[in-house]
Structure formats: structure tokens, C-alpha cells
């Protein structure tokens, strides 16, 4: 059942709402520039469909007042590839006259951009090879850009589809397989490429690369890429159709982690079910069903809510991803994620008679400590907001030696971080995603450690009560681009107002 210990009862249906959306081949975030400029392209090859029209205009409505286009908060690798696609696809299937003016500023705007790439930051996902990519595209287009962007060689490209080869069974176990586009120039297409529902990966933007190179018609490809251009209604796309597994265990996980579900509720075992049904004990999972490399932070995400269910899942599983000091990020890549090794040690005690628990525990406790060289907070490659990663880092390692952790300096920093309007926000504007995952540290550290001084707790409502019902929400995410899942980031609000409500009913 859903808990209803203290819950409004508003709330209560809109938990169920969300938990009936969830499931195979489902999945709801907001549209992207980037994705959508790609999309914007078939308006040429296809100009009896309005629908790959309709992208264009989404296009001329969302620039912004610097030229760019990309995630509302500015952050330089999204706005950069987000902007170079764009221009790309109007000056390709624009209309002169029309867009002659939007095509100047967000020329503009990169040449503002030189040597101005920030250090350190969060790279978004395939960064350097969208970007060779996208760069030697705009050259043939004749956009005026900056040479400076061109940083990356041809002979890494080849370097890159060297190691992974020319047969599509590796492709699609790849990793780079969801940015195609970054390298259809290099492959030949090959049916074979296609997920069971007719995209590359789940990807609408390598999805359309390959349309572009491909001579031939592909129905199933056509009919994937019109369902995606009709999901969110507004002439643009999101960055991934579906991320059905990725939104399923995210969610559940953040009504778990808040205590408003148990594993028992009718809507919650429909989702548990469909996780059980993708579930591999040998490989994982990945963010999408129709995407077969698996990931460390779906995987950890999946095993946690099927043990926490009942079901029968081994923590072997994790051993694909084990290095010698720290769980690699997927499985042919050794990229490090702090959110994914969290997961996977909130995975880990899920089940404490396994023998690798404490040696296990001890690898992702130390990466962690040996990370915190601020004292204040850790960053991770998933989300821009670090205050996402300590939220989960304050809840899942209290009881793991708080002193070496700086866990209660984490929670000052977060105090000292609330804005005037009640709200938090790494980039300066206060957001409802991020001030649900502050909100929902305080009251779990009020609750379990120390009180937390009950106007911060309070003034923190007041704020997510007003800006819960936005219908936007800043992108947080990091893919390609960047993105807002909105059943994940509608949940996190509705998480921390269930236990703000349950936080007054007891004060």
C-alpha cells in the first residue's frame, strides 16, 4: 500500500498518478534543443510531414537572449553542442530571411564562447566527439564558428570505431552506440542497428543520423522517430524515447528512500514486475529496455528495489563493474560516477550476509572521503547540482563514520546555501528539484541526527508549496545533453512535501 502516515491527501493521487505512468517502452522528460535540432532535419526529407516541421519552430521559439539555445541554466558543453546542432538544422532546412537573424547570434554567442570552457566541470556525455562531429558539419554548412572548437582529430573517430568494430551486435553493446550521430559519417548503415522498437538506441538524435545516411526507407524508423515528435506535444523531442528503466527506478527509489510506498501496493509491484522482466543476473541493466549496455547506477537502482521487493537478485551482478578502487560506470567503460557508487553501496546492504559486503562498503566509503576535497560538497557526472549527490550522501552514509564523511559540515553548507525565497540552487536560481533534495536531508537529519532550526525546515515548504506546480523545470540532468526527467523531478517535489507535511503533523 502507499503510506499515508501524516500524507495531505492531494498528494496521495498524484503518487498514484505517477506510479501508473511508469513501465516498458514509457518514459515522460522534457524536450531538448539538441535532440530536437537533429529532429528538425527530416523537415527537408520528409516536407509532407508538419510534424518535423513543427520542430523548426520549436527551435525559433527557445533561443536564448545570448544567442544559444540548450538547458535554461547555463552550462557550457550543453549550450555548446545544443547551439552547434541547432544552427546546423536551420541553416540546412531553415528559411533565410526568417532565420538569418537567429543563425547570426548563435554564431555569435560561440565566438563569445572561446577559451572560456571552465574548468573543472561536468562534460556532458560523448562531449569531444559530438563535437568534432557537429564542428565539421557547420564548416560544410558555411556557419561562421570559431576553428578554435575543432579540437578533436579524425584519427581518434577512427581510433574510437576501431576498438569497438564494424559489426552492429557491438554497436548496439556499446556505450557510443546512443551517440551514432557523432559517427554516421564513419559507419555504413546497417539495419541490424535497430532496437526492437526502430530507434538506434533509444535515441531520437541518432535515430535521424541514421535516416540521414541511409538510402533506403525504413517504416519502423519513420514510425518511431512521428511517436516521439507526438510526445510532448510542443513541436520538440526529449533526450532519450524511452528511458523507461532509468525513470522506473528513479522514481521508485525516491518514494522509497521518503517512506510513502511499500513494495506491496498493486501500481508499485506493476513496476517492480517490469523491472524483474528486464533484469539481467549476469550483465545488469541499462536506462532503457531497448538499450543493452548496462549501467552501474540502473543496475544498482534494479537489484535494490527487486531485493527490497522480495525477489531473488545477487549482488555477483556487481562484480562486472568492480576496479580496484572504485565500481566503473558501465560495462566497457571506465568512467567514474559517485552516484552510481552510492547506489551500488545502498545496493550492497541491501543484502549484509554477502561476502564482499564490508570490503565493498569500504572501496565506495574511501572513494568518497578521497573525494571530498572541498569539505562541503561532492559533484558527480549525472547531475549538475551537487546538491543531488549529498542529498543521497547524507541519508545513505550517516551511519558509516561521520567524522572521516564531514557529513555534519555538508549539512551546515546546506544551511548556509538556502536562498532568501526559502529555495536552493547551485547556479544561483532557486529550483523546486533541488530544494526537495535539501528538504528532504534536513528533515532526515532532524529526524535522526540533530534538529535543524524549524524556519529553514519551514521556509523550504513555503517554496516547494508555490513552485510545485510549474509546468517546466531547469534541466539538472547530464546525457548528451542536458535534460529534466519530469516524473523523477515531480516525484523528488512531491517526496519532500509527503514528509514536510509529515514534519508539521509532528511538530
Known amino acids: ?45 520528409y516536407a509532407s ?15 536564448h537572449l545570448d544567442g544559444s ?11 555548446t553542442v545544443s547551439t552547434l546542432a ?26 563569445n564562447q572561446v577559451g572560456r570552457l571552465p574548468a573543472p566541470t561536468i562534460e556532458t556525455s560523448e562531449f569531444p566527439f559530438l563535437l568534432f562531429s557537429l564542428t565539421a558539419e557547420a564548416y560544410e554548412q558555411d556557419l561562421d564558428i570559431p576553428q578554435a572548437l575543432n579540437f578533436l582529430e579524425a584519427m581518434q573517430i577512427e581510433q574510437r570505431l576501431e ?26 548503415p546497417n539495419t541490424r542497428f535497430l532496437a526492437s522498437n526502430g530507434s538506434i538506441n533509444s535515441s531520437p538524435s541518432s535515430t535521424v543520423a541514421f535516416v540521414l545516411k541511409s538510402a533506403n526507407e525504413h517504416p519502423q524508423v519513420l514510425d518511431y522517430l512521428v511517436k516521439t515528435m507526438s510526445q510532448n506535444e510542443d513541436g520538440g523531442v526529449p533526450f532519450a524515447n524511452p528511458a523507461d528503466i532509468f525513470e522506473a527506478t528513479q522514481t ?38 531497448q538499450f543493452l549496455v548496462p549501467d552501474l547506477a540502473s543496475t544498482a537502482l534494479t537489484y535494490t528495489l527487486l531485493k527490497w521487493a522480495g525477489y531473488h537478485v545477487s549482488a555477483d551482478v556487481f562484480t562486472l563493474f568492480e576496479e580496484e578502487t572504485y565500481f566503473r560506470s558501465s560495462s566497457e567503460s571506465y568512467e567514474l560516477s559517485l552516484s552510481a557508487n552510492l547506489y551500488t553501496l545502498i545496493a550492497l546492504g541491501m543484502d549484509l550476509t554477502s561476502t564482499r559486503f564490508e570490503d565493498w562498503k569500504d572501496k565506495i566509503v574511501n572513494l568518497f572521503i578521497d573525494h571530498d576535497s572541498s569539505g562541503y ?24 563514520d561521520n567524522n572521516r564523511l564531514h557529513l555534519q559540515t555538508k549539512i551546515r553548507w546546506m544551511l548556509k546555501s538556502q536562498q532568501k525565497n526559502g529555495g536552493w540552487g547551485f547556479y544561483d536560481i532557486a529550483t523546486a528539484e533541488e530544494t526537495s533534495y535539501c528538504l528532504l536531508a534536513l528533515l532526515f537529519w532532524d529526524e535522526y541526527a540533530r534538529k535543524i532550526d524549524p524556519e529553514v525546515i519551514h521556509s523550504a515548504g513555503r517554496f516547494l508549496k508555490i513552485h510545485s506546480h510549474n509546468s517546466t ?33 509532528s511538530n
Open 1 to 45: 500500500m502507499l503510506s499515508n502516515k501524516g500524507d495531505p491527501t492531494e498528494l496521495i493521487p498524484k503518487i498514484k498518478m505517477l506510479l501508473g505512468s511508469l513501465g516498458k517502452d514509457r518514459s515522460t522528460a522534457q524536450s531538448v534543443a539538441y535532440d530536437t535540432a537533429w529532429m528538425a532535419r527530416l523537415s527537408e526529407k
Open 49 to 63: 510531414r508538419s510534424q518535423f516541421y513543427s520542430a523548426l519552430n520549436w527551435l525559433r521559439k527557445n533561443q
Open 69 to 79: 539555445w540548450g538547458g535554461e541554466i547555463f552550462h557550457y558543453h550543453d549550450r
Open 86 to 111: 541547432v544552427l546546423i538544422a536551420l541553416k540546412q532546412c531553415g528559411e533565410l530571411h526568417r532565420d538569418r537573424k537567429l543563425i547570426e547570434k548563435g554564431e555569435a554567442f560561440l565566438w
Open 163 to 188: 576498438s569497438i568494430g564494424l559489426d552492429p551486435q557491438s554497436w548496439l553493446k556499446s556505450k557510443l552506440g546512443f551517440a551514432y550521430e557523432s559517427f554516421y559519417g564513419y559507419v555504413h
Open 252 to 289: 521508485l527509489n525516491i518514494l522509497r528512500m521518503a517512506n510513502v510506498i511499500t513494495p506491496n501496493n498493486l501500481l508499485v509491484k506493476k513496476v517492480l514486475e517490469f523491472l524483474w522482466s528486464v533484469w539481467n543476473p549476469e550483465i545488469g541493466v541499462g536506462f532503457s529496455s
Open 377 to 400: 560538497c561532492w559533484v558527480d557526472n549525472q547531475h549538475i547540482s551537487p546538491f543531488y549527490l549529498t542529498y543521497l550522501a547524507i541519508i545513505f552514509l550517516m551511519d558509516i
Open 473 to 505: 523545470q531547469p534541466a539538472l540532468w547530464v546525457s548528451k545533453s542536458l535534460f529534466t526527467p519530469t516524473h523523477v523531478v515531480n516525484v523528488a517535489i512531491i517526496a519532500a512535501l509527503t514528509r514536510y507535511q509529515r514534519y508539521c503533523i
